[in-house]
């Protein structure tokens, strides 16, 4: 015979059955989605530029291991000169920042990369007295000391806007524009140690129009892909490529990569570890800046047709483009929205043959504008920008673990109460994370610094107390186990209340 007793226990057991299968499923969602699934959290700024005198324009490369090296320009009192500082993995700070560039001339438009040893190699511009000379000095890994600066480029005419990339094996090739004459074409040299020695630069673009803007990507194997923009017959500029297949020593002729018949700008290129590219650039539809892309499964010797990846309607701008070594590729750039500039991404998961529909990073109601990507492992993914917060320009990231399929909250990096711009990210192979930008304290620019751990799928590293309003995946697993306990000692209580002794 059954009681009002025995009925009420068993219904209070299913009720609590459900519950308690009802939060495990809560959470373990929690625990799994890719917005909560990425970087575990970034670390207070900390500044890496003396104050005193203006610094900006700060560039970072990390190596496999999480060590870091940042350049960026800085006025001497005289002239602006390019500084450095070294962030070693595990280490409790930055470096103290040492000159690179020799003092009295200006120094600018530095950039820099590491090879898979930590070997760091850093481009700049300097005027020599009469014109401006590509140069380039290298860290050796572990060492403190940059060498005495190096002059890439041939004197005699001007030489700008250099770039720099440094694969796993120790090669690294530099590109830059350089006048000769009548016009600006495309120079390169490629180092096999690591930047100790550089080869005769070589023309990479025809000499019949200017070409402008070089961007270069190398892999393990020498596999190097530049791409730049040139004036083309009717007028408009084209994005074209070249390749080469021995650490930028020689480089194939140039392939035009976008159509000629409106303008196409501000290309960018990412490699896989198998030679397969992805560049992105801006072109103009008639109306409007639309981002595109076109793909090489044969490491730049031929091109798909482009394809669109930003919507029309409205302008967008400044892409960016990363790939990793299993052909995941994230684009990210701004476009206006009919109120502000938001940045938007899309991602490919077969090296640029297909792309996901654009999704939106940044909060709408206020201006976010030039972003930058980062990646690592295989799929995921961290973006970096700057947006107005209503008084001041504010540096802000979001991350990815699926490939840029999904993005988590954005997260404030620099501090309020003055302008923070041009963020720059970059992400060692055990998954540490980056970012570097300059900010306007009441008397000069400064650069600053945050580091953020490996969580999911990073490999290694330190995971670091979550800034963002989500949890990581660590820390969800936490709260179920604390959660599962508490409602497992609340429902034991509340049933020897009501007078059941066990629940068993």
């Given at each position: 015979?059954?009681?009002a007793?025995?009925?009420?226990?068993?219904?209070?057991r299913r009720?609590?059955?459900?519950?308690?299968?009802?939060?495990v499923?809560?959470?373990?969602?929690?625990?799994?989605?890719?917005?909560?699934?990425?970087?575990?959290?970034?670390?207070?700024?900390?500044?890496?530029?003396?104050?005193?005198?203006?610094?900006?324009?700060p560039?970072?490369?990390?190596?496999?291991?999480?060590?870091?090296?940042?350049?960026?320009?800085?006025?001497?009192?005289?002239?602006?000169?390019?500084?450095?500082?070294?962030?070693?993995?595990?280490?409790?700070?930055?470096?103290?920042?040492?000159?690179?560039?020799?003092?009295?001339e200006?120094?600018?438009?530095q950039?820099?990369s590491?090879?898979?040893?930590?070997?760091a190699?850093?481009?700049?511009q300097?005027f020599?007295?009469?014109?401006?000379?590509?140069?380039?000095?290298?860290?050796?890994?572990?060492?403190?000391?940059w060498?005495?600066?190096?002059?890439?480029?041939?004197?005699?005419?001007?030489?700008?806007?250099?770039?720099?990339?440094?694969?796993?094996?120790?090669?690294?090739?530099?590109?830059?524009?350089?006048?000769?004459?009548?016009?600006?074409?495309?120079?390169?040299?490629?180092s096999?140690?690591?930047?100790?020695?550089?080869?005769?630069?070589?023309?990479?673009?025809?000499?019949?129009?200017?070409?402008?803007?070089?961007?270069?990507?190398?892999?393990d194997?020498?596999?190097?892909?530049?791409?730049?923009w040139?004036?083309?017959?009717?007028?408009?500029?084209?994005?074209?490529?070249?390749?080469?297949?021995?650490?930028g020593?020689?480089w194939?002729?140039?392939?035009?990569?976008?159509?000629s018949?409106?303008?196409a700008?501000?290309?960018?290129?990412?490699?896989?570890?198998?030679?397969?590219?992805?560049?992105?650039?801006?072109?103009?539809?008639?109306?409007?800046?639309?981002?595109?892309?076109?793909?090489?499964?044969?490491?730049?010797?031929?091109?798909?047709?482009?394809?669109?990846?930003?919507?029309?309607?409205?302008?967008?701008?400044?892409?960016?483009?990363?790939?990793?070594?299993?052909?995941?590729?994230?684009?990210?750039?701004?476009?206006?929205?009919?109120s502000?500039?938001?940045?938007?991404s899309?991602?490919?998961?077969?090296?640029?043959?297909?792309?996901?529909?654009p999704?939106?990073?940044?909060?709408?109601?206020?201006?976010?504008?030039?972003?930058?990507?980062?990646?690592?492992?295989?799929?995921?993914a961290?973006?970096v920008?700057?947006?107005?917060?209503?008084?001041?320009?504010?540096?802000q990231?979001?991350?990815?673990?699926?490939?840029?399929?999904?993005?988590?909250?954005?997260?404030?990096?620099?501090?309020?109460?003055?302008?923070?711009?041009?963020?720059?990210?970059?992400?060692?192979?055990s998954?540490n994370?980056?970012?570097?930008?300059?900010?306007?304290?009441?008397?000069?620019?400064?650069?600053?610094?945050?580091?953020?751990?490996?969580?999911?799928g990073?490999?290694?590293?330190?995971?670091?107390?979550?800034?963002?309003?989500?949890?990581?995946?660590?820390?969800?697993?936490?709260?179920?186990?604390?959660?599962?306990?508490?409602?497992?000692?609340?429902?034991?209580?509340?049933?020897?209340?009501?007078?059941?002794?066990?629940?068993?």
């Open positions: 015979m059954t009681t007793a025995g009925f009420s226990n068993r219904r209070l009720v609590f059955s459900g519950v308690t299968g009802a939060l499923i809560f959470l373990a969602v929690i625990a799994t989605s890719p917005a909560y699934a990425v970087f575990a959290g970034w670390s207070t700024p900390v500044n890496l530029s003396v104050s005193g005198r203006d610094a900006v324009d560039q970072v490369a990390v190596d496999d291991s999480g060590n870091a090296v940042a350049v960026w320009r800085r006025f001497d009192g005289s002239n602006t000169v390019i500084q450095s500082s070294r962030l070693t993995a595990g280490g409790v700070g930055w470096s103290t920042p040492v000159d690179l560039s020799v003092a009295g200006d120094a600018d438009l950039q820099v590491m090879d898979g040893s930590g070997n190699v850093a481009v700049w300097r020599d007295g009469s014109n401006t000379v590509i140069q380039s000095s290298r860290l050796a890994a572990g060492g403190v000391n060498s005495t600066p190096e002059n890439l480029s041939l004197p005699g005419q001007y030489a700008y806007n250099p770039h720099v990339a440094a694969d796993g094996s120790g090669n690294a090739v530099a590109i830059w524009q350089r006048y000769d004459g009548d016009h600006y074409v495309i120079q390169s040299s490629g096999s140690d690591s930047g100790m020695s550089w080869s005769t630069p070589e023309t990479l673009s025809a000499s019949d129009q200017s070409a402008d803007n070089p961007r270069v990507a190398i892999i194997s020498g596999i190097a892909v530049a791409v730049w040139q004036a083309a017959e009717l007028g408009n500029q084209i994005v074209q490529s070249s390749r080469s297949t021995d650490g020593i020689t194939l002729s140039p392939v035009g990569l976008s159509a018949d409106q303008h700008i501000e290309p960018q290129v990412g490699l896989d570890a198998s030679g397969n590219a992805v560049v992105v650039w801006r072109r103009s539809n008639g109306s409007n800046n639309i981002v595109q892309s076109s793909r090489s499964a044969d490491g730049g010797v031929s091109w798909s047709t482009p394809v669109n990846l930003s919507a029309s309607g409205q302008d967008a701008d400044h892409p960016q483009v990363a790939v990793d070594g299993s052909g995941n590729a994230v684009a990210v750039w701004h476009r206006e929205n009919g502000n500039t938001i940045v938007q899309s991602r490919s998961a077969d090296v640029g043959v297909s792309w996901t529909t999704v939106n990073l940044s909060v709408s109601g206020r201006s976010a504008l030039y972003p930058q990507v980062a990646v690592y492992g295989s799929g995921n961290v973006a920008w700057y947006r107005f917060d209503g008084r001041n320009n504010i540096v990231s979001s991350g990815s673990s699926d490939g840029g399929a999904s993005w988590s909250t954005p997260v404030n990096l620099s501090a309020s109460g003055q302008f923070a711009e041009n963020p720059q990210v970059a992400v060692g192979g998954g994370a980056v970012a570097v930008w300059h900010r306007g304290p009441p008397n000069n620019n400064i650069v600053q610094s945050s580091f953020s751990g490996a969580s999911n990073g490999g290694g590293g330190e995971e670091l107390a979550n800034t963002g309003p989500g949890v990581s995946v660590n820390d969800a697993t936490l709260v179920a186990s604390a959660g599962l306990l508490a409602l497992g000692l609340l429902t034991r209580v509340f049933m020897r209340r009501r007078g059941v002794a066990d629940l068993r």
